[in-house]
C-alpha cells in the first residue's frame, strides 16, 4: 500500500493544534505584564528604547488582529498608536519618554483592548500579527523610498 505523503505526522498534528490554542492564562498574564510595565516606565519618564519597541511592536500586531476581528476594536488602537507616535516626539524633544494628557487615556484604553486581543488570540495568529506588521513596515518603508 502506498503511503500518502501529505499525511502529517502526530508529532506535527500536535504542533498545529498547540498554535491554534488561545493563550494560556498564565502566558497572557505574562505578554500584558510587560506591556502595563513598559507603559508605567515611559509614562515616568524612561529613556529605555526597548521599552517604547515592545509597545509599539505590540500595538501594531494587536491594530492587524483587530482588522480580523470587530471594526470597534480599532479606534482605541489608532489613539494609543497616535499617542505613542507623540511620546516619541516627546523623546526627541526632551530626552525622555512622556505621554500628553490624551496620550496616557488613549494609551490607557488601548492597553485594554490590546490586553483582550492577547488573551483571545492564538499563537499562531498573534505571530502572523507580528509577522504583517513586519511586512507592512517594509513596504512603507519602500514607498517612501527609506530604508532604516
Given at each position: 500500500m502506498k503511503r500518502n505523503s501529505r499525511r502529517a505526522s502526530a508529532a506535527t498534528f500536535g504542533a498545529t493544534l498547540a498554535a491554534r490554542q488561545v493563550?494560556?492564562?498564565?502566558?497572557?498574564?505574562?505578554?500584558?505584564?510587560?506591556?502595563?510595565?513598559a507603559f508605567a516606565d515611559l509614562k515616568a519618564g524612561s529613556t529605555?528604547?526597548?521599552?517604547?519597541?515592545?509597545?509599539?511592536s505590540t500595538?501594531?500586531?494587536?491594530?492587524?488582529r483587530a482588522e480580523?476581528?470587530?471594526?470597534?476594536c480599532l479606534a482605541p488602537l489608532q489613539d494609543a498608536a497616535d499617542a505613542l507616535h507623540r511620546c516619541d516626539a516627546i523623546r526627541g524633544r526632551h530626552g525622555r519618554y512622556g505621554f500628553d494628557g490624551p496620550g496616557l487615556q488613549a494609551m490607557a484604553a488601548g492597553l485594554e483592548v490590546c490586553e483582550e486581543i492577547i488573551r483571545n488570540s492564538s499563537p499562531k495568529q498573534m505571530f502572523d500579527a507580528f509577522g504583517e506588521s513586519i511586512a507592512r513596515t517594509y513596504?512603507?518603508?519602500?514607498e517612501a523610498g527609506t530604508t532604516a
Open positions: 493563550h494560556p492564562n498564565a502566558r497572557g498574564d505574562d505578554i500584558t505584564a510587560k506591556l502595563y510595565s529605555d528604547d526597548e521599552l517604547f519597541d515592545r509597545l509599539a500595538f501594531n500586531a494587536a491594530l492587524i480580523s476581528i470587530d471594526e470597534l513596504r512603507q518603508r519602500e
